[in-house]
């Protein structure tokens, strides 16, 4: 019995001195309570207002060409989809009728001027032969009615022969812009009539290019003082979040708001040296309607919301927090625009703020260096 008794004693002073050095060696009960946060530093920037919405982009230019005279398309001179010069040879048609009116009309001139020459002629000699009294006015008044007559017939017959000259050019035509061609409409050899509705080619001039979007109209003075501002009126574009924003600058405001719809239409003109925007496109717009210069700002990760109203815990160079009481601007995506409340510098908490309290001890994890 005494060596039970002395081994159950040698077993309980050593668990007891176990856990004596365990109790020793584990960190104070304050510091597991200390809970952790991440922080973020209040900055300074300058801040758009923007007003998103969708556009879609047009040709700063677009021409449909069609035929002038009756024909047969006889000759395709360009690539359909590819680039054309203004001036540039587009198709010819068959010009043969045409070239054969030109020379009627000419020969008609021609026998026109001969005859306006000898009713001239007529005309001198009666007015010579009439004031001489040796012919009767009569036969004067006649040869001059005459040579009016003949110079009628002239001035007609010439403007015939214009009309046949236009008529020939028309059978070659050309560009009238520089631009990119479209589908051709009719395969040579078909035939084209002057007063045809449909078009042969389209021509589209895509720099600069334009993108039509619409605003709500309750944004309308906004709108209105940005247009009217000293600063341009910029636009940014982009096909997709990933895609880099392309800027432009709005040139147009309808002059009312569309009543089905509630908007207002605007356009933006784009330089589009590179041809990055291609008409037809659809585009992610950003109008940037206002900049709030040297606005201060903190994440909206660190916005808290209370009784009192909106609040943020500011981190103290004591490890510690305090409930800082905040008037908010406007909140912008993930960035919050403080009126009053914060300086730049300070540091908020973005992270474990659910349960914290003011003045509480806390323990920085996002700083190596930090206790």
Same mark, same amino acid.
């Given at each position: 019995?005494?060596?039970? !008794? ?26 597991? $309570? ?117 110079? &009628? ?19 070659? $035509? ?18 084209? !009539? ?45 096909? &997709? ?18 009543? &089905? ?5 605007? !356009? ?59 008037? *908010? ?6 960035? *919050? ?10 540091? *908020?908490?973005?992270?474990?703020? *659910? ?17």
């Amino acid at each position: 019995m005494k060596s039970l !008794r002395l081994a159950f004693w040698m077993a309980f002073l050593s668990l007891t001195t176990s856990g004596c050095s365990r109790r020793a060696d584990s960190p104070p009960a304050s510091a597991l $309570v200390t809970p952790p946060v991440r922080v973020a530093k209040v900055t300074r920037m300058d801040v758009p207002l923007v007003a998103e919405t969708v556009g879609t982009a047009q040709p700063s230019v677009k021409v449909q060409v069609r035929a002038r005279v009756d024909g047969q398309i006889k000759k395709v001179h360009f690539k359909e989809g590819g680039e054309v010069k203004e001036g540039q040879l587009l198709f010819e048609i068959d010009s043969e009728s045409f070239e054969a009116a030109l020379k009627e009309a000419e020969a008609t001139l021609a026998a026109s001027i001969s005859q306006e020459k000898l009713t001239q002629i007529e005309k001198d000699r009666s007015e010579k032969l009439a004031k001489a009294g040796a012919s009767p006015v009569e036969i004067f008044e006649k040869a001059k009615s005459s040579n009016e007559n003949a110079i &009628s017939a002239v001035a007609r017959d010439r403007a015939k022969r214009d009309v046949a000259r236009l008529q020939l050019g028309y059978c070659k $035509v050309t560009a009238p812009i520089s631009g990119v061609a479209g589908k051709l409409e009719t395969d040579g050899g078909s035939l084209t !009539r002057g007063y045809d509705t449909r078009p042969v080619i389209s021509i589209n001039q895509p720099k600069p290019v334009y993108v039509e979007f619409a605003l709500p109209e309750r944004l309308l003075p906004q709108v209105r003082k940005a247009a009217a501002g000293p600063e341009p009126f910029l636009v940014d574009i982009r096909k &997709s979040d990933q895609a880099a924003p392309i800027r432009g600058k709005v040139g147009f405001i309808d002059n009312q708001v569309d009543q &089905s719809t509630g908007t207002i239409l605007m !356009r933006a003109e784009f330089p589009n040296a590179d041809v990055a925007i291609w008409p037809g496109e659809f585009f992610e717009v950003s109008a940037i309607l206002s900049v709030d210069k040297g606005a201060v700002i903190m994440p909206l990760a660190a916005l808290g919301q209370g009784a009192a109203g909106p609040h943020a815990f500011v981190f103290g160079e004591d490890n510690k927090v305090r409930l800082r009481p905040l008037k *908010v601007r406007r909140i912008d995506r993930e960035m *919050v625009l403080i009126a009053e409340g914060l300086a730049e510098g300070d540091q *908020v908490v973005t992270e474990g703020a *659910v349960r914290l309290l003011d003045g509480m001890a806390v323990r920085r994890i996002d700083n190596p260096g930090a206790p």
